[in-house]
T-cell receptor, first 115, second 111 residues
Framework: GAVVSQHPSWVICKSGTSVKIECRSLDFQATTMFWYRQFPKQSLMLMAT?????????EQGVEKDKFLINHASLTLSTLTVTSAHPEDSSFYIC???????????FGNGTRLTVT | DAKTTQPPSMDCAEGRAANLPCNHSTISGNEYVYWYRQIHSQGPQYIIHGLKNNETNEMASLIITEDRKSSTLILPHATLRDTTVYYCIVRVDGANSKLTFGKGITLSVRP
């Protein structure tokens, strides 16, 4: 149980275009999902907390207009990287949990390369 | 959330127990200790968590000291596939409670 699926697993896009990443909880409902970013040889950094039916909460230094988060249902959150630039190239990972006291489970990540 | 301190790396022999230490001297009474690991190019994998009592599951055991200021993750029979980065994190459970990752400890299992 507690499977989190991310799609796509990798994407290459041109500078200036937008990319959407999907995060789904397959066998449970998640009122809260979290989005992380990881640069090479670094640890995961939390970008934002996504709450179903309300606005996401962004961590300090993360531009909300650049990283659009939509949590439209209890099983789906999306992260859209708008007007992507090469410095946005990174490994994006989502996570979710079934209850407030359950462990967070992570998707397998999306490798974004902006050329 | 309280901060954790882990040595940057350690190694152990294949088939032996791997004991991964973690210090969390400022942990508060309602903070849980969580362990995750991240295999290269994948999302972190949940291993185990606990509050006060020692815990065991099919993957590992978690030993928490009585004062809760440190803990040890035990992989009872390490395999080569256990070579990766392990993260010890303390967190209060709650609706928007976050997991903040440090640098973790790199475990190398030698043949």
């Amino acid at each position: 149980g507690a499977v989190v699926s991310q799609h796509p697993s990798w994407v290459i896009c041109k500078s200036g275009t937008s990319v959407k990443i999907e995060c789904r909880s397959l066998d449970f409902q998640a009122t809260t999902m979290f989005w992380y970013r990881q640069f090479p040889k670094q640890s995961l950094m939390l970008m934002a907390t996504s709450n179903e039916g309300s606005k996401a909460t962004y961590e300090q230094g993360v531009e909300k207009d650049k990283f659009l988060i939509n949590h439209a249902s209890l099983t789906l959150s999306t992260l859209t990287v708008t007007s992507a630039h090469p410095e946005d190239s990174s490994f994006y990972i989502c996570s979710a949990r079934s209850t407030v006291n359950s462990p967070l489970h992570f998707g397998n990540g999306t490798r974004l390369t902006v050329t | 959330d309280a901060k954790t301190t882990q040595p940057p790396s350690m190694d152990c022999a294949e088939g032996r127990a791997a004991n991964l230490p973690c210090n969390h001297s400022t942990i508060s009474g309602n903070e849980y200790v969580y362990w995750y690991r991240q295999i290269h190019s994948q999302g972190p994998q949940y291993i185990i968590h606990g509050l006060k009592n020692n815990e065991t599951n099919e993957m590992a055991s978690l030993i928490i000291t009585e004062d809760r200021k440190s803990s040890t993750l035990i992989l009872p029979h390490a395999t080569l596939r256990d070579t990766t980065v392990y993260y010890c994190i303390v967190r209060v459970d709650g609706a928007n409670s976050k997991l903040t990752f440090g640098k973790g400890i790199t475990l190398s299992v030698r043949p």
